[in-house]
């Protein structure tokens, strides 16, 4: 085992062979995602003041064999924790074998415990032959693209396409663009997360991925007589385009802005020649699995492994946990401006 962790949070350079090297291996891992890539270190640096630990092991070549990426996470609120990877649905420890997976994280647990921390949450897309503790209540629903936008909309059945066609009365208009429509991306996303009663991330956030992921990043918009109604954030990586994070307004979702939004999105990925589209994470049977599910998609569970402090329990940091039901009601009542002043200082402590 010859185990290391990147010199610094830095991005990749012309002289930082060790980062250069980290995101050859993601890239050429069939398992690696966005999330493995070592520039997100010093993005949540940056943006939530997070400090990460980024491990990865070598052979006798010296050559990059795994990598485990890891933020430590530590407020008075929530906690002190540590997750791989925080904000994401991915970022679980990769390698060359089951072998040198179970040395990084076993190394990541001897450094929880030197830490203090009260657990690590391993964010993986199988499972795993071990004693950690797993949560499978969360899954990803991850749809197969076709060739021609013309296949997929006969597939979709006229139910569904009856729906896409509804907005198109209010002679909406289609924006997918970049950092210009930042703005109205973010205006939507507030609101309906103040409605939601979550915390909204800083625009900074989005603002900095734009930056430092400027050939993996777009933004949808959708607008009705010049207002913004709808609106997406779209992350693609290899032969995957996905939408972490999606928006409308309340007051036009009778009229499912949501519908046309998301077949403006699969058109973009098959355009682009993406073979892959992922909804994001649901719990199964909710009303956001059965959404992504008529689309044609299928479930792909997710199994988040922990190890925990002695004497620990699993954690319960979600909104379905009855202690922070009076929490989200009271947020749900706020002025949107006053969510945006305090939902960045909150959200940043939640994984």
Known sequence: MNIKR?????????????HTEWDAYVDQHAEGKLYHLSSWAKLIKDVFGHESHYYYNTDDAGQINGVLPLTR??????????VSVPYFNYGGVIADSSEVENNLMAHACQTSQALHVSHIEFRDSKARETSYPVKTDKISMVMELPDDEDVLWKALGSKRRAQIKRPLREDPSIHIGHKELLDDFYAVFAENM???????????????ILERFSSHSKIIVI??????????????????LEIPWASTLRKVNNISINMLMYWEVLKYAIQEKYAYFDFGRSSVDSGTYRFKKQWGSEAKQLYWHYWLAEGGDLPALNPNNP?????IKVWQKLPIPITKIIGPHLVKNLP
Not at 73 to 82: A, E, H, P, V
């Open 223 to 240: 607008k009705i007589n010049n207002e913004p109604v709808g609106a997406g954030f779209l992350l693609g990586y290899k032969d995957t």
């Open 6 to 18: 990147l010199s610094s949070a830095s991005s990749p350079t012309h002289d930082d062979h060790a």
């Open 323 to 327: 202690k922070y039901q009076l929490a």
């Open 73 to 82: 996470l530590k407020s008075r609120l929530f906690g002190d924790y540590i």
């Open 194 to 208: 103040r409605d939601l009663g979550t915390p909204v991330y800083s625009k900074k956030f989005f603002a900095t």
